[in-house]
Structure formats: structure tokens, C-alpha cells
């Protein structure tokens, strides 16, 4: 099977040097965290990099629910991720937002032509 530019799909590498390992954590009401740990090809821990967290939840619209996930930066650990998420899921609602509103704004000032 290929693609437009004539490689096969099954053409996938996998960096060695950039894998993790992933843990989910969730309060089972509101939200759950993703920790991606770094790791060596071997499986082991890489403790040159900084883990990776990142935040996920569901806000409730009238169309249904709408998934925001985000990267929780500045945390080295589970319980400041926690902490952070809040804060981090309010900021990617905030530019959520501020894009709809942009794309509404750019649809709104188009110019129609008859008999286009």
C-alpha cells in the first residue's frame, strides 16, 4: 500500500533515541494524566531527558462532549501535574476559543462574488 508520494505506509521507523514509556492516571471522574517517561532502547530509564506530562478531560457543549488535551509543563513529578492540570487545561480552553473565534472572524469578512 503507498501513499501519495510513493512510500509505503509499513515504511515506519522508530527513533531509538526518542522512545517512552507511557502510565495513565486518572480519577475515574474528571481527568486523566499521562506520564511519558524516557527510555532507552533496552527498556531502561533515560535519565538525560525529563518526563512528559501531559493532562486530558471532556467539557460537556450542547453538540456533545469535546475532548481538550494538554501538555502540563513545568512539572517534574505526578503530584505537581495534578496540581498544574487546572491551569493547564484552562489555557488550552482559552486558545480553543481564541481560534474558533478567529476562523468565525476570517469566514465573517470574506468576500462573496456573484456566481462563485
Not at 3 to 14: E, F, L, P, V, Y
Not at 42 to 55: H, L, M, N
Not at 94 to 110: F, V
Amino acid at each position: 500500500m503507498n501513499n501519495a508520494s510513493g512510500t509505503k505506509i509499513t515504511d515506519i521507523k522508530i527513533d531509538p533515541n526518542n522512545l517512552y514509556r507511557e502510565e495513565s492516571f486518572t480519577d475515574l471522574t474528571f481527568a486523566t494524566i499521562r506520564r511519558l517517561t524516557p527510555v532507552k532502547i533496552d527498556g531502561s530509564v533515560d535519565e538525560s531527558r525529563e518526563a512528559i506530562f501531559t493532562g486530558m478531560t471532556q467539557l460537556m457543549s450542547p453538540n456533545g462532549p469535546i475532548p481538550v488535551q494538554c501538555l502540563i509543563e513545568g512539572v517534574k513529578n505526578l503530584s505537581e501535574a495534578a496540581a498544574k492540570l487546572p491551569e493547564a487545561i484552562e489555557k488550552t480552553v482559552q486558545a480553543m476559543i481564541a481560534e474558533a473565534e478567529e476562523m468565525r472572524r476570517q469566514e465573517a469578512s470574506k468576500i462573496v462574488i456573484p456566481g462563485q
